[in-house]
């Protein structure tokens, strides 16, 4: 009985000997094949990541480079002035500076009655915060009774002292926005930027917070300075007030020659480094600067001449 089968003849040894190299052969061939398909897969998503991340760089330098504009209106000095009487506060109405242009300084009421309060802040600048929530409300009813002028002056030297975010510099900017176009409102953003100031190093705020910052403030043209602030529209204007701040000479002044820090708090030219935390002391130092300049204004008495004794 046949039990079936194949007719070839067995492989002998040689016979699987060649076949396992022939096997080896054909698996290094496939193993090459798919080494260079993935190499050149490898190579193919590194340039379009390397494209891809070219033109986001591309895009923030771009943004980051914006061709300057005009400045602010209301700030044509860089700073925003409040004048006030009868219980009345009001912002001082001023062409913007055109881009490429100095700004010109305030004409302070020298008569020697009024204090001419100037500051410099930042709104990343904790001893900022403190001042302003020490004086503010005693400055504002100064400047309502018509003992003082106010003048601010925003500026963003701690604009590397958030995370990447430069939340120093987009404040700034925030605050040269409601000062376009809505500066009857500036001092109560003014004082929600700081009521809610961000610890230095952190993040700070995102624009949204800012902006609805200026929602609760009052400002007018809510939709204009919403779009002011995600444009960073005065950008190129924060970073030269601050570098010429910097760099000064300050208008107006005669004792600071240019910004050292924030706060710089100037009446009457005379820098304040007093307290930042007590009022009565930042408000005695008004009152000193202030009567400093009426003595210094007011004409000295003819001296009697001396009869020339008879001959």
């Known amino acids: ?77 860089d ?26 300084p305030t004409k302070q009421d020298d008569s020697g009655e009024v204090a001419n309060i100037v500051t410099y802040i930042d709104y990343l600048c904790p001893y900022c915060g403190q001042f302003e929530q020490t004086n503010r409300e005693a400055i504002k009813t100064m400047v309502e009774q018509g003992a003082a002028t106010l003048e601010v002056h925003p500026i963003a030297i701690l604009t590397n002292r958030s995370a990447g975010t430069q939340y120093s510099l987009r404040a700034a900017n925030a605050a040269a926005c409601v000062a376009d176009l809505s500066p009857e409102n500036f001092l109560d953003f003014n004082d929600a930027l700081f009521d809610n100031q961000p610890a230095e190093g952190s993040t700070g705020l995102s624009n949204d917070d800012i902006k609805k910052l200026a929602e609760q403030a009052g400002v007018g043209s809510l939709s204009k300075v919403e779009k002011c602030i995600d444009d960073v529209q005065f950008k190129s204007w924060v970073q030269d007030a601050t570098n010429r701040a910097l760099s000064g000479p300050l208008p107006n002044t005669t004792e600071v020659e240019s910004v050292k820090g ?32 009426f003595t210094n204004s007011t004409p000295s008495p003819s001296e009697t001449p001396t009869p020339t004794p008879a001959q």
Do not use: C, H, W
């Open 79 to 104: 700073g925003i002035v409040f004048t006030g009487s009868d219980g009345a506060l009001t912002p001082s109405e001023t062409p913007a500076t055109p881009a490429g242009g100095k700004p010109t």
């Open 1 to 77: 009985m046949s039990n079936g089968g194949s007719n070839q003849p067995r492989p002998n040894k040689n016979d699987r000997r060649e076949a396992a190299r022939e096997k080896a052969r054909a698996l290094r061939e496939e193993q090459k094949k798919r080494e260079r398909r993935n190499k050149i897969l490898l190579q193919g998503g590194i340039i379009v990541a390397v494209v891809a991340i070219a033109a986001l760089i591309g895009g923030m330098i771009f943004n980051s480079v914006k061709p300057a504009g005009p400045g602010p209106r209301n700030m044509a000095s």
């Open 262 to 293: 924030t706060p710089t708090v100037l009446v009457n030219g005379k820098q304040y480094t007093g307290s930042l935390s007590e009022p009565t002391e930042f408000q005695a130092f008004v009152t000193q600067a202030a009567s400093q300049s």
